[in-house]
């Protein structure tokens, strides 16, 4: 049993305790000089996501082209990543799709670019599982069918045809179809598009 001068002792003592707790300065969950440092490094990320999504590597290589400092840039592309404002999975997903059906870029360049773009080899391997040989084949198909529509006349010479299908094939080469094929597809082209004007 507690005598009351022993419980007057113990409520003293925490009384003493809760004092000296309150008289100390409670520290900030939040250091205001850091996030004052932060701020403006913080406005031009949120700049540059809201333009467009961005791998980690290329937002932190912009905001160092901005000359801020690496410490701080590090800090922001972290939060990024952590707050799922920066994801390179599904920038590279996003990547891919528009690359391929809009701009007729083959497999090859989308890995090269997202190379460039400091995404991680199995993130490029998962995000390109999804584009087969007949997708590329039918980018390439709409591609040169395309090019081959710009041929006016029908070829007099086999040198005219060849500088038709050298411009054709050109169009493929540029977006990384690989040659043999590009200049299959290239000659089927043509040779549809010189059948129409003849017909």
Known sequence: MTTNSSLDKKISQLKEALR???????????????????????AK????????????YELRSRLLEA???????DAVVERCVAN?????SRFAVEWMRQRHKNQKKSAAVLRHE?????????????????????D???????????????VK??????AEYDKYL??????????????AQSFAAAQRALNHRIDELKG
Do not use: Y
Request: a negative charge.
């Open 45 to 56: 990320a949120i700049r540059l996501l809201n333009h467009r999504d961005r791998s980690a």
């Open 136 to 150: 590329n084949a039918a980018v390439l198909a709409a591609l040169v069918n395309k090019k081959a529509q710009s």
């Open 84 to 88: 799922g404002m920066v994801d390179d």
């Open 67 to 73: 000359e801020f400092d690496s410490d701080l840039v």
């Open 20 to 42: 000296e707790w309150e008289s100390q300065e409670t520290p900030s969950l939040i250091d205001v000089d850091e996030e004052r440092a932060l701020a403006p490094v913080k």
């Open 114 to 134: 997202l190379q460039a773009k400091g995404v991680a080899s199995e993130i490029i391997d998962d995000a390109l599982k999804d584009i087969t040989a007949e």
């Open 166 to 179: 050298r411009r054709i094939l050109g169009v493929a080469a540029r977006r990384g179809f690989p040659q």
């Open 153 to 158: 006349t029908v070829p007099e010479t086999r």
